[in-house]
């Protein structure tokens, strides 16, 4: 059987992603992903939870949180010989990356999103010194505005 871990940022969203887990479980493991469920609770765990996914083979990873959360998650399988299918639910304030590949804001809609995906799109990710980005990078005056 196929594995998946759910990485869940369970304070986004203003601490609504964690009302959606049940929904985002059931329709995981309705695709037919035996089911891992990683919850963070500090910096740096997504990246963590998702290099270990990727360090014992799981087959697709999906972060569930803001533009932070899903930084963290690519952070932890950019540079992995094993890279399992990537996936996110947005609930962030901006979510710039969903925003940007055209993933739905709405919880509903992209938990559904996420059930009827059977493709893969590709994303590039940078590096800059020891530090990935997905999306946006951001220097001086904005970053500390932001």
């Not at 369970?10 to 992603?17: K, M, V």
């Not at 009302?19 to 479980?25: A, E, S, W």
């Not at 020891?130 to 220097?139: K, S, T």
Request: charged fraction near 25%; include cysteine.
């Amino acid at each position: 059987m196929q594995r998946a871990m759910i990485i869940l940022n369970p304070s986004s969203g203003n601490e609504e992603a964690k009302n959606y887990k049940d929904f985002i479980c059931d329709v995981v493991e309705s695709k037919g992903y035996d089911l891992t469920m990683r919850e963070t609770e500090k910096a740096h765990d997504a990246t963590l939870f998702a290099r270990e996914a990727a360090e014992k083979g799981y087959d697709y990873v999906i972060a569930v949180g803001g533009d932070g959360t899903i930084n963290e998650a690519v952070s932890g399988l950019a540079e992995q010989k094993y890279q399992p299918l990537f996936s996110l639910v947005p609930f962030g304030t901006v979510n710039d990356f969903a925003r940007a590949i055209g993933v739905p804001l709405k919880p509903e809609q992209a938990i559904q999103w996420v059930k009827e995906a059977n493709t893969e799109q590709l994303a590039d990710i940078g590096k800059i010194n020891d530090r990935y980005f997905v999306n946006v990078v951001a220097l001086g005056a904005i970053a500390e505005a932001t």
